[in-house]
């Protein structure tokens, strides 16, 4: 796989993760970002087992800019921003059917549920109904399947419509697992190629549209150096970009 790094210093490494590659797996059959860059890294330096690490990850079948640590240091500075919410994620999605606000906010609560590897949605309302006693309302223990509920929150902006579907930009301000596949699907706008989350209707929609993989892609990036503090923008160059938002 050829190696498309955006950025480099001493202490970061920006790079586009394609479609189909996981950010790190255990797997020893299997590619990933992690090995993929230790390679690289240790050809550049020579070490045996150059450090690499995960600040954050994209689903395997998701596309776009992933930002890695060179060292500890680095490291703990990035995921702290991750954590803080001080770093932004933005999206590009293409989801069935149209959306009654032209730009919008979604707020959910959600829970990854380990053994199906899925993310279970509810609303506030469901959720206030359903939840422990908790002062905060942000996390709710289910005491039948033991998932904890945490408050997801995303804003969008529909970029393109079209009759059946959306082209949407997306700002993540939490980071739950499956967020955006999960919450879009939740209110009825299933992400294209995602059999996962899909409905028969984006099954149906997907296969019209030759779209297989799942139409979401990290577009834009921002953060602050953790050495520097500078703040730092990457956004995707054309040729990276997925063919059914180029189209």
């Known amino acids: ?9 001493k202490d970061i490494l920006i790079c586009f993760k394609p479609a189909g590659i996981a950010t790190q797996t255990a797997k020893l059959s299997s590619q990933d970002m992690v090995s993929i860059l230790k390679n690289y890294l240790s050809k550049q330096g020579g070490e045996k087992s150059p450090y690499v690490g995960v600040i954050h990850r994209l689903d395997q079948p998701v596309s776009g800019l992933l930002v890695f640590a060179k060292n500890q240091k680095a490291a703990a500075s990035l995921s702290r ?4 919410g001080n770093a932004n994620k933005d999206y590009i999605a293409f989801c069935t059917g149209t959306l009654e606000d032209k730009n919008g906010t979604l707020v ?3 829970a990854k ?4 590897s899925l993310a279970k949605v509810m609303d506030e309302k469901e959720f206030i109904e359903n939840r422990e006693a908790d002062k905060k ?4 223990i289910n005491k039948e399947d033991k998932l904890i509920y945490k408050k997801a929150i995303l804003t969008y902006e529909v970029e393109k ?8 930009k997306v700002h993540l301000q939490t980071g739950r697992f499956h967020q955006i596949r999960g ?3 939740f209110i009825g706008n299933a992400l294209l190629g995602d059999a996962k989350y899909g409905s028969a209707e984006s099954r149906q929609l997907s296969m019209k549209k030759r779209i297989n993989k ?14 520097t503090g500078k703040e730092m923008e990457f956004v995707l160059e054309e040729k990276y970009l997925p063919e059914w938002y180029k189209a």
Do not use: G, N, W
Not at 137 to 140: D, E, H, L, M, S
């Open 1 to 9: 796989m050829q190696l498309d790094i955006i950025y480099e210093d």
């Open 81 to 84: 921003q991750i954590q803080d």
């Open 108 to 110: 959910h609560y959600v």
């Open 113 to 116: 549920d380990s053994k199906l």
């Open 137 to 140: 309302q942000t996390v709710q």
């Open 161 to 168: 419509e079209f009759e059946d579907s959306s082209i949407i």
């Open 183 to 185: 919450q879009f699907s």
């Open 214 to 227: 799942i139409a979401l892609c990290a577009y834009r990036l921002v953060l602050k150096h953790p050495v």
